[in-house]
């Protein structure tokens, strides 16, 4: 069998949990590259001028395409969490208008992708919502405060954008790898408690309970690499 490919986690912010698991020790059997832009959003791959740039960064990375990389890529929790409810605020438009949106911008990236190349390429659920209802004491919170959705709503809305987005990278010939069933709590409708950092502040999953989640996420990504070098 050849050297493994290189996987590329690209997204917003929290792909620094996966980079942390690594660091840590806690993801073996793989060599992996991390390019995160704290609050990029999907919506945001339409704009190469955007606040965070992130498809000028991601394109930089990625194009030309390299035969030795399978890019994986985690974005939508900030417009999940955010940005969805503050424009459809903002501009007087559906909720599922601006979800509508967010998953094109994101798709029509994801089809450049593709059309490169990367016929391995991974997509990954957006990160279900983590900040609970009244809690303002950190930097996302604080900045987050207009969204007045309670934690379940905000659920709800990543679990029908996750849906949408699945059916849609489908088309795009691509993969989805779908978290969501792990870290939904049937019980309180929401994220279980043990996938929250330890400080309530921080925003992102906790490196450690997330670990086995991307490992499974990294077996995903390199399953029909695998299986070429088999046949």
Known sequence: MGKLPKLVFLGDSHVRAVETAKQRGLLRGFAAEFVHRGGATAVGLRHPTSKTQALKVFRR?????????????QLGEVDCGFV??????RYGESVEEQVAQSIAAYCGFLREV???????????????????????????QHLRREVQQNQVERTALTLRYNAALAAEVARI????????????????????????????RDHHLDPVEAAPLWAEAAAVALAPWRARQRA
Do not use: M
């Open 61 to 73: 990375h990625l194009l030309p395409a390299k035969p030795d990389l399978i890019p994986i890529f």
């Open 84 to 89: 969805v409810w503050v424009r459809a605020q």
């Open 114 to 140: 593709r059309e490169a190349g990367y016929e391995d390429a991974l997509v990954t659920s957006a990160v279900l919502p983590t900040i609970g209802d009244g809690e303002l004491d950190g930097e996302v």
């Open 173 to 200: 010939g691509l993969r989805f790898h779908d978290f969501t069933p792990r870290l939904l709590d049937p019980a309180t409708g929401v994220i279980h408690r043990r996938f929250r950092a330890p400080d309530v």
